[in-house]
T-cell receptor, first 112, second 116 residues
Framework: AQSVTQLGSHVSVSEGALVLLRCNYS??????LFWYVQYPNQGLQLLLK??????LVKGINGFEAEFKKSETSFHLTKPSAHMSDAAEYFC??????????FGTGTRLQVFP | DAGITQSPRHKVTETGTPVTLRCHQT?????MYWYRQDPGHGLRLIHY???????DKGEVSDGYSVSRSKTEDFLLTLESATSSQTSVYFC???????????????FGPGTRLLVL
């Protein structure tokens, strides 16, 4: 069965610092992986998705994620955090079905 | 932004009363989904639809029913609301599974439901 684990429910960084949000997945077949962002009182917005093309995926707002099959990971990174990046981030997995399985989310705080 | 609206956006109701939440899309997407979001649980799928009158259960479907009589509308009904159904409910849409991949899901703004 598919599952997603997001390590760290809260991550705090200083403005300008590296952002690293961790996501590990469990899947019996090559998965499709997604990162979504949720700003306060809003719905989820797609940041990026991996669909078995390039292993390094670039998304919006300067974020990127690398698919590592050997580590079953799909960590999200951004070289330099901005105050506007403060939000909740969700990793999700799909095994070529019409359903997504979401992780429990990581809340990112950015300090000046 | 995907054309997805949810109504109402906020609702307070009492235990035992029926509640219906509406999701409306203008994108003509085939798939529609209802999720609930709770702290520590992320998003959990309640029900989804893969076409008019075609629906299926998700991970947390007990106590909920859905209907889809038109492509653009997907209704979620709590037949007899309980306090455990206090949550934020999100609707999502997608084109569905295309050859070789999972299509992106686009989310509505959410409905905050409080059951007293």
């Amino acid at each position: 069965a598919q599952s997603v684990t997001q390590l760290g429910s809260h991550v705090s960084v200083s403005e300008g610092a590296l952002v690293l949000l961790r996501c590990n997945y469990s899947s019996s077949v090559p998965p499709y992986l997604f990162w979504y962002v949720q700003y306060p009182n809003q719905g989820l917005q797609l940041l990026l998705k991996y669909t078995s093309a390039a292993t390094l995926v670039k998304g919006i707002n300067g974020f990127e994620a690398e698919f590592k099959k050997s580590e079953t990971s799909f960590h999200l990174t951004k070289p330099s955090a901005h105050m506007s990046d403060a939000a909740e981030y969700f990793c999700a997995v799909s095994e070529d079905t019409d359903k997504l399985i979401f992780g429990t989310g990581t809340r990112l705080q950015v300090f000046p | 932004d995907a054309g997805i609206t949810q109504s109402p956006r906020h609702k307070v109701t009492e235990t035992g009363t029926p509640v219906t939440l509406r999701c409306h899309q203008t994108e003509n997407h085939r798939y529609m989904y209802w999720y609930r979001q709770d702290p520590g649980h992320g998003l959990r799928l309640i029900h989804y639809s893969y076409g008019v009158k075609d629906t299926d259960k998700g991970e947390v479907s007990d106590g909920y029913s859905v209907s889809r009589s038109k492509t653009e509308d997907f209704l979620l009904t709590l037949e007899s609301a309980t306090s455990s159904q206090t949550s934020v409910y999100f609707c999502a849409i997608s084109l569905g599974v295309l050859a070789g991949g999972q299509e992106t899901q686009y989310f509505g703004p959410g409905t905050r439901l409080l059951v007293l």
